[in-house]
């Protein structure tokens, strides 16, 4: 079976603080890949990274990184220096042999001013 | 180029009434997926279109749950007749077959909130 845990429901930070978002999966794929997504107050989910099983190698763009470990399978995202803009719904979901995605339940960060 | 776009943004309806729901693709995306979120839940699979094809449809909470894309373009997620608990934000989202080359993410819309009374 397939599984996302987001266990952090809502994070509450004030601005220019660091914040790290908790993603941990299960699968028996041995190739998968991670996302993460992000929803604004506005709706839309807003596609922020694609990861693939056989790269565990840490991402950064911006402010954002990402840490990868199969070890643990986790797949976490830490935002550094945060603004009240980064303020919204973030999913972390993967997607194995086929075609279908399985999302957390998301984690709500409110950064306030 | 146009995202994903859906149709109503927010819809309220009463109990026993009908409501389709659009879904617009970004072009030239043959695969059509539609998810669902409840209130505090996880976004949830409900079905798979190749094309006008649905490739899988287990998600599809129960027969009230109708959906469509003729010829291969836009889709349409019927409710009839709706129920509280289809209450949640309906999310569409399109991606490219993959090939060498080609991204295989899926493009979200901004999703359709149904307000279920």
């Known amino acids: 079976a397939q599984k996302v845990t987001q266990a952090q429901t809502e994070i509450s930070v004030v601005e220019k603080e660091d914040v790290t978002l908790d993603c941990v999966y299960e699968t028996r794929d041995t190739t998968y890949y991670l996302f993460w997504y992000k929803q604004p107050p506005s709706g839309e989910l807003v596609f922020l990274i694609r990861r693939n099983s056989f790269d565990e190698q840490n991402e950064i763009s911006g402010r954002y990184s990402w840490n990868f470990q199969k070890s643990t399978s986790s797949f976490n995202f830490t935002i550094t220096a945060s603004q009240v803009v980064d303020s919204a719904v973030y999913f972390c979901a993967l997607r194995g042999g086929t075609y279908k995605y399985i999302f957390g339940t998301g984690t709500r960060l409110k950064v306030l001013a | 180029e146009a995202g994903v776009t859906q149709f109503p943004s927010h819809s309220v309806i009463e109990k026993g009434q009908t409501v389709t729901l659009r879904c617009d693709p970004i072009?030239?995306?043959?695969?059509l997926y539609w998810y669902r979120r409840v209130m505090g839940k996880e976004i949830k699979f409900l079905l798979h279109?190749?094309?006008?094809?649905?490739?899988?449809e287990s998600g599809m909470p129960n027969n009230r749950f109708l959906a469509e894309r003729t010829g291969g373009t836009y889709s349409t997620l019927k409710v009839q007749p709706a129920e509280l608990e289809d209450s949640g934000v309906y999310f569409c989202?399109?991606?490219?077959?993959?090939?060498?080359?080609?991204?295989?993410?899926?493009?979200f819309g901004q999703g359709t909130r149904l307000t279920v009374v």
């Open positions: 072009s030239g995306h043959d695969n």
């Open positions: 279109f190749v094309k006008e094809s649905k490739q899988d």
């Open positions: 989202a399109s991606s490219q077959v993959p090939g060498q080359g080609t991204n295989t993410e899926a493009f």
